[in-house]
């Protein structure tokens, strides 16, 4: 674990404290870990979406059948 020092909006941190203080989470430290986690995961699963978004459905079926052809030996 690494410490870092944040500035964070009065009003997100008083939400924070709530969330605390009904124990969905045990500590500021650990709401603030799993939204960045959360907002990391997001990120990396639009990046992958908008990498699948630019395959040629044709071509990797192609892709995939030739791949196959030389498996089976056709």
């Known amino acids: 674990m690494a410490t870092v020092a944040i500035t964070i909006d009065e009003p997100i941190l008083a939400r924070i404290d709530e969330l605390v203080a009904e124990q969905v989470?045990?500590?500021?430290s650990q709401a603030i870990e799993?939204?960045?986690?959360?907002?990391?995961?997001?990120l990396e699963h639009g990046r992958l979406a908008r990498e699948c978004a630019k395959l040629d459905p044709a071509f990797e079926k192609a892709l995939?059948?030739?791949?196959?052809n030389k498996i089976i030996g056709t």
């Open 64 to 68: 995939s059948e030739e791949g196959l």
């Open 25 to 28: 989470f045990s500590s500021r």
């Open 34 to 42: 799993a939204a960045v986690e959360e907002n990391i995961e997001r």
